[in-house]
């Protein structure tokens, strides 16, 4: 079945410094999103990104949906402690179906 | 606006038992789906269903899990009888339409099954 390869697969940062994830395809996908999760919940919605070359902000987060429409990055700036958790990128290739990467855990050290 | 509930948050069964996870959607929500989380990795659609059919089971184990929303609203999905390989977060979502991605899934904060 299709795949979504996220890497890196876990990232240790200190509080302050800018964080970056990806995520790749071997085939098209329609939509890019990106969700967290924290521990004991379900994954939140963080970004949408639905055209090729799509550029999307939502405060200190920054996610670009690739030309190829078979990739897409998730930057974090200025990273806190709460950003701590679990980032899965996600997409639709073009079926209705949701697709997940396996995931970046990222921890921030005070 | 109340979010997706899911009940229990947490079961231990052995294997070979039956259990049975409920979600309760979002007020207004058409679709909703069922997703398996193995630890360590992202979640997996089993099924997905508009208002009370079924619009994708193919990656639903049918020869031991079942799933069913009867009036469109409340859904379970059971396992009968369970394996060790079933031990996963059983996450519930739902959206406002069938659009895919391009509608927001919201998510409720799971069931955490142990299979001993």
Same mark, same amino acid.
């Given at each position: 079945?299709?795949?979504?390869?996220?890497?890196?697969?876990?990232?240790?940062?200190?509080?302050?410094?800018?964080?970056?994830?990806?995520? /790749?395809?071997?085939? %098209?996908?329609?939509?890019?999103?990106?969700?967290?999760?924290?521990?004991?919940?379900?994954?939140?919605?963080? %970004?949408?990104?639905?055209?090729?070359?799509?550029? /999307?902000?939502?405060? *200190?987060?920054? $996610?670009?949906?690739?030309? /190829? *429409?078979?990739?897409?990055?998730?930057?974090?700036? $200025?990273? %806190?402690?709460?950003?701590?958790?679990?980032?899965?990128?996600?997409?639709?290739?073009?079926?209705?179906?949701?697709?997940?990467?396996?995931?970046? *855990?990222?921890?921030?050290?005070? | 606006?109340? !979010?997706?509930?899911?009940?229990?948050?947490?079961?231990?069964?052995?294997?070979?038992?039956?259990?049975? #996870?409920?979600?309760?959607?979002?007020?207004?929500? +058409?679709? =909703?789906?069922?997703?398996?989380?193995?630890? !360590?990795?992202?979640?997996? =659609?089993?099924?997905? #269903?508009?208002?009370?059919?079924?619009?994708?089971?193919?990656?639903?184990?049918?020869?031991? #899990?079942? +799933?069913?929303?009867?009036?469109?609203?409340?859904?379970?999905?059971?396992?009968?009888?369970?394996? =060790?390989?079933?031990? +996963?977060?059983?996450?519930?979502?739902?959206?406002?339409?069938?659009?895919?991605?391009?509608?927001?899934?919201? #998510?409720?904060? !799971?069931?955490? =099954?142990?299979?001993?």
């Amino acid at each position: 079945g299709q795949q979504l390869n996220q890497s890196p697969q876990s990232m240790f940062i200190q509080e302050g410094e800018d964080v970056s994830m990806n995520c /790749t395809s071997s085939s %098209i996908f329609n939509t890019w999103l990106w969700y967290k999760q924290d521990p004991g919940e379900g994954p939140v919605l963080l %970004i949408a990104l639905y055209k090729a070359g799509e550029l /999307t902000s939502n405060g *200190r987060l920054t $996610a670009q949906f690739g030309i /190829t *429409r078979k990739d897409s990055f998730l930057n974090i700036s $200025a990273s %806190i402690p709460s950003d701590v958790g679990i980032y899965f990128c996600a997409g639709t290739p073009g079926t209705d179906k949701l697709i997940f990467g396996t995931g970046t *855990r990222l921890q921030v050290f005070p | 606006e109340a !979010g997706v509930a899911q009940s229990p948050r947490y079961k231990i069964i052995e294997k070979r038992q039956s259990v049975a #996870f409920w979600c309760n959607p979002i007020s207004g929500h +058409a679709t =909703l789906y069922w997703y398996q989380q193995i630890l !360590g990795q992202g979640p997996k =659609l089993l099924i997905q #269903f508009q208002n009370n059919g079924v619009v994708d089971d193919s990656q639903l184990p049918k020869d031991r #899990f079942s +799933a069913e929303r009867l009036k469109g609203v409340d859904s379970t999905l059971k396992i009968q009888p369970a394996k =060790l390989e079933d031990s +996963a977060v059983y996450l519930c979502a739902s959206s406002f339409s069938t659009s895919g991605g391009e509608e927001t899934q919201y #998510f409720g904060p !799971g069931t955490r =099954l142990l299979v001993l």
